[in-house]
C-alpha cells in the first residue's frame, strides 16, 4: 500500500520528483528577531520560496505565528495585508518587502497562524486581483521597533483590528468575550433564488462542525438558525460571510450572533436538522432520509481546514466595513448552474467526500504505534482501523467511522506537535484499511479497532459531539471518583513526566475537573497516556481537549 507524496506550488499540485531546486539570491533583510538569534542577512531562493539558508546550516521551523507573503503586489497598503489574518485572530504585526514582493504577518497565536495557512492554502487569496501565497515562516516574532514607516504600519494595524475584530464582539486580542454564542442567525436578502438547508450547510460547515440548522421564514425573509460546535466557529464564519452573496449580485448573507446558545431540533427533513441525532424522525408525514445520503451529506467536501471556503469563493475576502481596497468577493459562490434535472448546483463546489480514511505522515517511527493514533484521533471520532505503513513507518492509514469524522480529524489535528514532530493529515485515496491477510508479516502495525468500548461517539445525541475541541494545553478530565483528591491528579500527571501549571475540580460535579499543562505537546501526550486511566473503584479516566483555561 503506497501513498503518492506530492508538493504543493502555488495552487497546482505537481510530482515531487519534478520539483527543482533553484540557485539562491542574496540579498539583505533588516533585522528580525528570532528566539535565538536576529536573522541580518538572509538568502531568499529565486522563486520568492520561504526557504532560508541561516548560519549554521539551521533546518526548517514547523509552524510559526509569523507568516511569510509572496507575490505581494507593490501598491499594496498596510491595510489589505493586514486584512488577510484578520478573520483568523488579531494580527500583531507587519513587515512590508516592497522592493521585493514580499511581507511578512505577525498573528497573536500560533493557532490562528496554522488555521490562516490551512485556509489559504485551499484558496488562494488575492489581494489588488493578483495572488499571494502565504506560508510559514522560520521567524518567531517580527521585531521592528527602529524600522522606517513602522508608525504607518501600527496605525494600519490598530484601525484594522478595531474595526472587524471589535465589531464583531470581540476582545482586545482578538479572543471571544465571555459568553460568545455558538449559533448564529442568517438572514439572506435580495433572494431570486431559492436557498436551501443543504446549501447553508455546504458553505457554514467550512468554519467548523455545523451541529444544528433550522430553517424558516420571517417577515417575508429566508432565515436559519445554524449551531457550531465552538463559538470560535461561529465569529470567523460571521467574520467572513457577512455582507457576501451566495450567487452573482444575489442572495446576500446577513449573519449575526443569535441571543440562543443552543437549538432544540424536533425532526430532520428540508426545514430543520441535527447533524448529531440521526435517528430524528421526519414529521409532517415527509419520508426519512436515507441514512447513506445523510452520512454523505454530513461531509462537505476534501478541504484541509474546517476554515477552507467552499470551492468557488471570489479570489479574497474583502471587509467594505473597514474601508479597505482589496477585491471583494464578487458572485461569492461561483455562478449558479441548471442542471438537466432542475436542481440548482453551485458551479465550483466541492464534491461530496465519501473517503473517511486518512493518511498522517512525518510521524516518529520510533515511538508511534496503532494504540497512539487510535487514542488522539478517537477524540474526534470513532477509530475503526489503524496501519502503519510497513515500510515507511512514519506513515499511517486511519480509517474513521464516516467522512465527516475524518474531516473532523483532519481540521483539528493537522499541524500538531506529536513525539516532537509536527505530522500532517490529510484525506487518504483509499476508501478502507485492509487487514493483512493470514501469514502475512506485519509486527502489529494494523489493527482494528471497530469493536472498541473506548469509542466516544456511538451513541447518538451523545454529549460528545458538543464537546470537540481544538487540542488546547489545558484538559477536560472527568469519571473521577469520590476518593480521588487533587493531589492525587495532580501526583498522576506529574509522576508520567508532565509539567503541571494548574488544577481546578468543577465545582458542582466533582467527577469532572481541568488540568493545565505546560504546552499543548505535552497535553496530546498526556491524553494519550492517561486516558482510560484505571482511578479504582471501577472508574476510569476520561481525557478531552478543552476550551477552557484556569
Known amino acids: 500500500m503506497r501513498e503518492n507524496i506530492f508538493c504543493v506550488v502555488g495552487a497546482r499540485v505537481i510530482p515531487e520528483a519534478l520539483v527543482t531546486t533553484p540557485k539562491p539570491i542574496s540579498f539583505t533583510l533588516p533585522s528580525v528577531h528570532c528566539p535565538s538569534y536576529t536573522v541580518s542577512s538572509v538568502q531568499w531562493m529565486a522563486n520568492g520560496n520561504d526557504s532560508r539558508q541561516f548560519k549554521g546550516d539551521r533546518s526548517p521551523c514547523g509552524p510559526s505565528r509569523v507568516l511569510h507573503v509572496r507575490k505581494v503586489p507593490i501598491e499594496v497598503s498596510e491595510a489589505e495585508l493586514i486584512s488577510l489574518g484578520v478573520p483568523f485572530g488579531r494580527v500583531t504585526n507587519l513587515l512590508m518587502l516592497k522592493g521585493k ?46 524600522l ?14 478595531a474595526v472587524t475584530l471589535g465589531g464583531s464582539a470581540s476582545g482586545g486580542d482578538g479572543t471571544l468575550m465571555p459568553g460568545q454564542s455558538p449559533v448564529l ?28 440548522i433550522i430553517t424558516f421564514t420571517k417577515n417575508n425573509q429566508f432565515q436559519a438558525l445554524l449551531q457550531y460546535a465552538d463559538p470560535m466557529n461561529a465569529h470567523h464564519a460571521k467574520v467572513t460571510l457577512d455582507g ?59 478541504i484541509s481546514s474546517p476554515y477552507a471556503g467552499a470551492a468557488g469563493f471570489g479570489p479574497a475576502i474583502g471587509f467594505p466595513q473597514a474601508g479597505l481596497s482589496m477585491h471583494t468577493m464578487t458572485g461569492a459562490l461561483g455562478p449558479l448552474a441548471m442542471p438537466g434535472s432542475g436542481r440548482m448546483t453551485l458551479h465550483g463546489m466541492a464534491p461530496i467526500a465519501v473517503h473517511a480514511v486518512l493518511l498522517v505522515s512525518n ?4 515511538s508511534i504505534s496503532p494504540h497512539v493514533l487510535f ?30 469524522q475524518a474531516q473532523l480529524a483532519m481540521s483539528h489535528l493537522n499541524g500538531q506537535r506529536l513525539h516532537s514532530k509536527v505530522i500532517r493529515v490529510t484525506i487518504s485515496k483509499h476508501q478502507t484499511v485492509q487487514l493483512p491477510r493470514e501469514g502475512q508479516e ?26 470537540i475541541f481544538p487540542p488546547s494545553a489545558t484538559l477536560h478530565l472527568s469519571n473521577i471518583p469520590p476518593s480521588i483528591t487533587d493531589d492525587i491528579l495532580k501526583e498522576l500527571f506529574a509522576g508520567t513526566g508532565y509539567t503541571v501549571k494548574a488544577f481546578k475540580f468543577f465545582q458542582k460535579d466533582r467527577k469532572m475537573a481541568l488540568i493545565q499543562l505546560g504546552s499543548v505537546e505535552e497535553a496530546i501526550q498526556a491524553l494519550i497516556d492517561l486516558h482510560n486511566h484505571d482511578l479504582g473503584e471501577n472508574h476510569h479516566l476520561r481525557v478531552s481537549f478543552s476550551k477552557s483555561t484556569i
Not at 455546504?202 to 444544528?212: A, D, N
Not at 437549538?263 to 430532520?268: D, I, S
Request: charged content about 20%; overall charge positive; glycine content about 6%.
Open 101 to 146: 514582493n514580499q511581507a511578512f504577518i505577525e498573528m497573536a497565536s500560533e493557532e490562528a497562524a496554522i488555521t490562516m495557512v490551512n485556509y489559504y492554502t485551499t484558496a488562494t487569496p488575492h489581494v489588488r486581483n493578483q495572488p499571494v501565497y502565504i506560508q510559514y515562516s522560520n521567524h518567531r516574532e517580527l521585531k521592528t521597533d527602529n
Open 148 to 161: 522606517p514607516n513602522q508608525g504607518r504600519v501600527q496605525a494600519a494595524l490598530q484601525a484594522v483590528n
Open 185 to 212: 442567525r442568517i438572514i439572506v436578502e435580495n433572494l431570486f433564488y431559492p436557498v436551501s438547508l443543504e446549501v447553508l450547510h455546504q458553505i457554514f460547515s467550512k468554519f467548523g462542525t455545523v451541529l444544528k
Open 244 to 302: 457576501q452573496n451566495i450567487y452573482n449580485a444575489c442572495c446576500t448573507l446577513r449573519v449575526e450572533f443569535s441571543k440562543l446558545t443552543s437549538l432544540n431540533v424536533k425532526y430532520n427533513n428540508d426545514k430543520s436538522r441535527d447533524f448529531t441525532r440521526l435517528d430524528l424522525p421526519s414529521g409532517d408525514g415527509q419520508p426519512t432520509m436515507d441514512p447513506a445520503l445523510t452520512a454523505a451529506f454530513g461531509a462537505p467536501g476534501i
Open 363 to 366: 510521524l516518529n517511527p520510533d
Open 375 to 404: 487514542i488522539l484521533f478517537g477524540v474526534y471520532g470513532d477509530v475503526h482501523r489503524v496501519k502503519i505503513l510497513f515500510n515507511k513507518k512514519e506513515n499511517a492509514l486511519i480509517q474513521m467511522a464516516d467522512a465527516t
Open 442 to 467: 506485519d509486527q502489529g502495525l494494523t489493527k482494528d479497532f471497530s469493536g472498541s468500548p473506548l469509542h466516544r461517539f456511538k451513541k447518538p445525541g451523545s454529549k460528545n459531539f458538543q464537546n
